[in-house]
C-alpha cells in the first residue's frame, strides 16, 4: 500500500487546514498520526471499514474531521481553529487491523506533510 500526503504548511492560530492522503488501496483502518520534535508519534484521527467509524484523541476532538472518499481512494483530515500545540509532522497510514490509534497496529506510512502553527 502506497501512501502519500499532502496539504501541510505554515499556518496563524485559528486558521484551518485541509490534510489529504492518496493511498493505492485501502485497508479496514486508515489513520493521521503526527509527531513533533522530541515527541512520540500520536494517534489523531482514524476511520474503519470504510468510514463507518471515526476515532480521534481527545485534544482534536471537535475541532478536527476525519473523512474517507473511498471512490477517489482519499483520506481527509479537516483541521479548524489550530493551536500551536498541533504542530507537527503528520502522517497517514493503514492497517488491516487495529486497536484505537495505536501506532504499533500500523504497517503501512507515507511519507508526512508538515503542519506549522505559530
Known amino acids: 500500500v502506497q501512501l502519500v500526503e499532502s496539504g501541510g504548511g505554515p499556518v496563524q492560530a485559528g486558521e484551518s487546514l485541509r490534510l489529504s492522503c492518496t493511498y493505492s488501496?485501502?485497508?479496514?483502518?486508515m489513520a493521521w498520526f503526527r509527531q513533533s520534535p522530541g515527541k512520540g508519534r500520536e494517534g489523531v484521527a482514524g476511520?474503519?471499514?470504510?468510514?463507518?467509524?471515526?476515532r480521534y484523541v481527545d485534544s482534536v476532538k471537535d475541532r478536527f474531521t476525519v473523512g474517507q472518499d473511498n471512490g477517489k481512494n482519499v483520506l481527509y483530515l479537516q483541521m479548524n481553529n489550530l493551536e500551536p500545540g498541533d504542530s507537527g509532522m503528520y502522517y497517514c497510514?493503514?492497517?488491516?487491523?487495529?486497536?484505537?490509534?495505536?501506532?504499533?497496529?500500523?504497517?503501512?506510512w507515507g511519507r508526512g506533510t508538515q503542519v506549522t502553527v505559530s
Open positions: 488501496s485501502r485497508r479496514h483502518c
Open positions: 497510514a493503514a492497517a488491516s487491523y487495529c486497536v484505537g490509534l495505536e501506532s504499533t497496529n500500523y504497517n503501512y
Open positions: 476511520v474503519v471499514n470504510g468510514g463507518r467509524a471515526t
